[in-house]
């Protein structure tokens, strides 16, 4: 049963609490986080059991972390732990993913098992989640931000060419994306989705 007096503690009191020996503290951070990370392992690999294993490996790393005196408190945990969740993700994809076998014969090229694709399963699960997110995200800027965006990235103009076609400045071309930049993490937040720019 959570301790309703924690439950409207930020997240560095809480982890403070939890430093303390208060290990309620911690239950709370868990409740508090739970659904957002499970949510987003489960959404990449789209498996219950190893989300459910990634899940706990998250949250085992962010114990360990914490009592070893390592975690920084920068007021940005859940942003911490779902890095921890994401490279975790990484992590799986990379074992699990098929090494090629390399025969032992002198006359043998290595070059020869190396298959020439731009990325392996786990980068392209990673890369279409993060389009995803990122079309969805752009959708919502203000007009002269999304245009810019969708100029930069969709039409690989160059910021010359999107000052000459929005009819502004170079230096206005710049900060609108800047600002775009800025806004895309802060919805990404809002949204819990998980993406990196």
């Not at 430093?19 to 309620?24: E, S």
């Not at 659904?35 to 790393?61: C, L």
Request: charged share 25%; proline share 3%.
């Amino acid at each position: 049963m959570i301790d309703a007096s924690l439950t409207t503690l930020p997240d560095n009191e809480l982890i403070q609490g939890y430093r303390d020996g208060n290990a309620a503290c911690f239950d709370v951070l868990l409740a508090r986080y739970q659904a957002k990370v499970y949510g987003y392992i489960f959404s990449v690999v789209k498996d219950k059991d190893v989300a459910d294993d990634i899940f706990q490996d998250t949250f085992f790393k962010v114990v360990a972390t914490i009592n070893g005196g390592a975690y920084k408190d920068e007021n940005k945990f859940i942003h911490w732990v779902m890095r921890i969740a994401h490279n975790l993700i990484v992590d799986y994809f990379r074992r699990n993913s098929k090494m090629p076998i390399v025969p032992n014969r002198p006359d043998y090229d290595i070059v020869d098992t190396l298959q020439l694709h731009d990325d392996n399963v786990e980068q392209s699960i990673m890369r279409q989640q993060t389009s995803s997110n990122i079309r969805k995200l752009v959708k919502m800027l203000p007009p002269e931000q999304r245009r810019v965006v969708i100029l930069r990235h969709y039409g690989k103009c160059d910021f010359k060419d999107i000052a000459a076609r929005t009819g502004v400045s170079i230096n206005t071309a710049l900060g609108r994306m800047r600002y775009a930049i800025i806004n895309l993490r802060r919805l990404a937040e809002e949204h819990n989705m998980f993406i990196e720019l």
